[in-house]
């Protein structure tokens, strides 16, 4: 029998609030993105899109995993897989962002970068999964697998939307809970799409992977600093609103010297007659 919730409901709230949590900085990245040019806009989105791909949709994956246990077995994961599916969970996102900034917030835009994005972290979900090991066979309903990953796509497709719109802080928060609850439902959906066998007599532990007691040490020391500093690169740099008045006040000021320089024009042509 598999259990989801084996250590209550702590692990889908925390793993909700790690979700919300991610995505809010990631939205407040893109939103600076938007307000600056060249490198700095392509850095914000990049920042974006580890706090969303990394903490937004990784770590709610895998906290949320901490509560999965099929009875009978110990639970044992692939460091190396786990790892990878964190990382494809950045790239795709990053992804998604980079289409939208090229080619705008259109229907086809939102459609290719929602797709990209959406199966991108369909595989995240379903690697993080394969990198569990429980000593028995893990088979999935295909019905309920392909509902996850439709669920994925239309929470990436809206994700992408609401990092290229949401300006205001009322509508930043209720898209980072729109996210949060996108990003838990597809987690879930997967989830119950996976069947194991009982076991029953003596505890099946499996021969490959670490214990969930290993990875846990370096993982939450590893999730602090980056959340560390993600909120310290965030908080410190100007907001979207202060480098959209430096960027305003940049235009003014070049074509106030424009304006001297085509003034001074005339007057040194008229000294030289």
């Known amino acids: 029998m598999i259990d989801h919730f084996a250590l209550g409901w702590i692990t889908p709230i925390l793993s909700f609030l790690l979700s919300c949590a ?3 900085v990631g939205l407040t990245c893109t939103a600076r993105a938007r307000t600056s040019h060249g490198l700095a806009s392509t850095v914000w989105l990049g920042i974006g899109a580890v706090s969303i791909g990394g903490t ?3 770590v709610m994956h895998f906290v949320a995993m901490l509560g999965f246990h099929v009875r009978g077995t110990e639970t044992r994961y692939d460091v190396l897989l786990t790892i990878a599916s964190g990382l494809i969970a950045i790239v795709v996102v990053g992804l998604g962002l980079f289409i939208i900034r090229a080619a705008g917030v259109g229907p086809l835009a939102l459609l290719a970068g929602g797709t990209v994005t959406g199966l991108g972290v369909a595989v995240m979900h379903y690697l993080g999964m394969r990198a569990v090991h429980v000593g028995v066979e893990i088979t999935y309903a295909p019905v309920t ?5 439709a669920i994925a796509v239309v929470a990436a497709t809206a994700g992408l ?3 290229a719109k949401v300006q205001t ?3 930043g928060i209720a898209a980072t809970l729109i996210m949060g609850i996108a990003v838990s439902g597809m987690h879930y959906t997967g989830m119950a799409a996976m069947q194991a066998e009982v076991v029953r007599g003596t505890i099946v532990t499996p021969d490959v992977g670490v214990s969930v007691a290993a990875l846990l040490g370096p993982l939450i020391i590893g999730v602090t600093v980056s959340t ?3 909120v310290l690169v965030v908080g410190l740099a100007p907001s979207a609103e202060e480098s959209e008045a430096q960027e305003k006040f940049r235009d003014w000021q070049a074509r106030q010297e424009e304006i001297q320089r085509e003034t001074a024009e005339p007057r040194h042509r008229s000294q030289l007659l």
Request: aromatic letters at 10%.
């Open 161 to 163: 939307w609401l990092s």
């Open 169 to 171: 802080i009322g509508a």
């Open 22 to 24: 991610g995505c809010a």
């Open 145 to 149: 697998v392909i509902l996850s990953v």
């Open 228 to 230: 560390i500093l993600l």
């Open 56 to 58: 937004g949709i990784w």
